[in-house]
């Protein structure tokens, strides 16, 4: 068998013969992906009958709980700093779709932890972009 970008293909007489695509394969490890998390929460319901385990597993699921409402309330300030960070970077604005989306969530992101991430606003800089706080800057640096 060959895999290739266009899926397996086994060598059989002399043709390829397609097996399967390639967006099988992503539907069946998203299966596998999906039985696996299911049997760990079935063994995680046997662990609870053991006196040992049974408690440190009633307390992680209540730590899951705690953790899904802090994510809740961090995405709402993660979302509102990448729309104002997109505002001042690009004042005019600019239309690529999904990638000002990426950038509302990315960018963000990666300041929680202390990437700024700097080459990248160069760069949109020397492009032309930001031309108003290029001139901003300019009129800070004259004073």
Not at 66 to 82: N, R
Request: charged share 20%; proline share 2%.
């Amino acid at each position: 068998a060959v895999l290739t970008k266009q899926g397996v293909f086994s060598r059989a007489e002399g043709e390829k013969k397609v097996r399967y695509q390639m967006y099988d394969v992503m539907i069946y490890k998203t299966l596998m992906g999906l039985t696996f998390t299911l049997s760990t929460t079935r063994l995680l319901q046997f662990l609870q009958i053991n006196s040992q385990m049974g408690p440190k597993v009633s307390t992680i699921t209540r730590m899951f709980v705690d953790l899904a409402f802090f994510i809740s309330i961090i995405s709402v300030f993660i979302a509102a700093y990448g729309v104002a960070t997109e505002a001042i970077i690009y004042p005019v604005g600019k239309d690529d779709g999904l990638k000002n989306l990426w950038n509302i969530v990315w960018r963000p992101y990666i300041h929680l932890f202390g990437e700024l991430a700097t080459d990248d606003l160069k760069d949109q800089l020397n492009d032309g972009y930001c031309k108003l706080r290029v001139k901003i800057r300019k009129q800070f640096v004259t004073i």
